[in-house]
Nanobody, 115 residues
């Protein structure tokens, strides 16, 4: 499984960005896809996940501002990020997990929110 993330960049406080992650390879076993982020000097943390059937889970810090969605036909997961703040600055990683418990990671995309 290969994951290609895109959509990061520089945005001002209050702005929006949309991240995309396209999966390729042997995907039949992939159930959950999601986004994690890692800010400088901090541990990687969960942002949001979505199952193949569309069940979602969000970190409390992004609830109401971020929306995760998934296009199974395109094997792509999206993260719409609104009302961004400097605290959202991080490298965002796409992740996919299989029903057997294997985890796959994309290369990360940098999101920088200026104050």
């Amino acid at each position: 499984v290969q994951l290609q993330a895109s959509g990061g960049g520089l945005v001002q406080t209050g702005g929006s960005l949309r991240l995309s992650c396209a999966a390729s390879g042997i995907l039949f076993s992939i159930n959950t896809m999601g986004w994690y982020r890692q800010a400088p000097g901090k541990q990687r943390e969960l942002v949001a996940t979505i199952t193949r059937r569309g069940s979602t889970n969000y970190a409390d810090s992004v609830k109401g501002r971020f929306t995760i969605s998934r296009d199974n036909a395109k094997n792509t997961v999206y993260l719409q990020m609104n009302t961004l703040s400097p605290e959202d600055t991080a490298v965002y990683y796409c992740e996919a997990s299989s029903v057997a418990g294997s985890h796959y990671w994309g290369q990360g995309t940098l999101v920088t929110v200026s104050s």
